[in-house]
């Protein structure tokens, strides 16, 4: 199985005076590229809100810094299932500069906290969500 | 009187890769200016949401680029009324860059409509609102 | 000809606690596509800072709010060239929601200026820019 | 000795769809407070780069989020030093709700690097810089 992967590019609004994307800017990708893989999966932001009231909150996030992107470069953000469990939902996500032969950019390991949008409680991943998420590859 | 004047300080969040401030962040300052303004007459953003189910959003908007602000530079903006008809509220800003004798960086032209928030549909200023906004200097 | 035309969604990043895209936002989608346009015709906007010494800035920009995008909304920016005299290049860009029958979201009028970077003097676009920026449709 | 500490406000630009303050903005007001406690002992940003050629970039970074800011709320980040070996230098940054009875809201630990900007080139803090540092608050 494949990793979910999806591509942007860098423009002005991602860099800074030192000539590099920002480095608050990397958590912006990641969030498109998890917004992508769930919608990938049939789970849209929009929708899980809208139908289901529910939403993924992040919780908690490191990132490691490897090699900076700049202006107008090519970027594939790569998003692997790390465990779903309870309302936790762990994802690794690389990005990869592919303007510069895919170098590692960052490394971010994020995890998320499944809520009732309602009033904001967590809430255990729904089971038709968990089967839907397995379309992720998972890595360990 | 004196028009509604607050001051910020350019961050590396706020440039970009020319080295410079970004052209959008200028509306950012903007916003933080009206709040201000705002929150100096006794019209908190979070209270008219909250209590009044009021806002104020921008339904048209122009800016001229004077001189480029950079990093580490304190910047005013000061904040000045044009009119208030209806639901409509003109509003001139300047944003002057205070690290180099005030030149000026920014002029910005900004026309807000009143709404009711539930759904969004724009209503006349309330009467206690347009007391409290005739606090703010008017230019014309 | 066709206006060049190119698409983004709205995340989570886009939006503000109104529930809509950030009035500021609807800039950097129209930064976005203007970078996009010009690399269709062969000025990559790193090409040109790296190669030439040559980028464009901001001198001026009107916005005006026709309709909100929303969470997960698709949209559709269309730039078209108005003129191009001297060192000032006019460009009018509409924000259209594709999620929503292609409603008009944004109006954007822009001017600008080109510069030679090291210096950030003003700089007659030059002849061979002319030319391939002939490539984008004519609108005035 | 005190920690350094320095409040924001949030503003509609720092808030999401979601109601609450966008989780990526917790590194804005984390990487403002870093240059108004570096600023505080006599190191501003902009002049270490301009006389020292020397900047200081993020090399890894974790945020853990305790309970979510929401618009209009005052923020207090609080910035400690935890070490500083070599090129690197480690802090420890607690943003609180001033709205909220001091409600802690997130917490991060950030790893910076010290490079000569020219090159891009990890440097050893210099000595005058240790001293300034030691100005901040330690906690292990």
Do not use: W
Not at 2 to 13: D, G, I, L, P
């Amino acid at each position: 199985m494949a990793a979910h992967s999806c591509q942007f590019r860098v423009y002005y609004e991602d860099t800074d005076a030192g000539g590099i994307v920002y480095h608050a800017r990397y958590l912006g990708f990641a969030e498109r590229a998890r917004a992508e893989a769930l919608r990938s999966l049939g789970l849209a932001v929009g929708e899980m809100a809208a139908q289901d009231d529910i939403g993924f909150v992040v919780r908690q996030l490191s990132i490691r810094y490897h090699s900076p992107l700049r202006l107008d470069e090519l970027l594939e953000v790569q998003t692997h299932l790390v465990e779903a469990v309870g309302a936790r939902l762990k994802l690794q996500q690389v990005i990869r500069n592919l303007s510069c032969e895919g170098r590692k950019s960052v490394t971010i390991d994020v995890e998320l906290a499944c809520l009732k949008l309602t009033d904001m409680v967590p809430l255990r991943v729904p089971g038709a969500y968990l089967e839907k998420l397995s379309g992720l590859e998972i890595i360990s």
